[in-house]
């Protein structure tokens, strides 16, 4: 996933935490909605 490895190369961890968190939330939002 070329996701995790732009999060590996940004330096600020509560950014990347909390893209992350968001991604995670926008992925089981999309997967509830397709099924």
Same mark, same amino acid.
Request: aromatic residues 8%; contains cysteine; positive net charge.
């Given at each position: ?6 999060? $590996? ?7 990347? #935490?909390?893209?992350? #968190?968001?991604?995670?939330? #926008? $992925? ?8």
């Amino acid at each position: 996933m070329s996701g995790f490895k732009l999060l $590996a190369i940004r330096p600020s961890d509560d950014c990347d #935490k909390q893209f992350l #968190k968001n991604l995670v939330c #926008k $992925a089981q939002l999309y997967s509830t909605t397709d099924a």
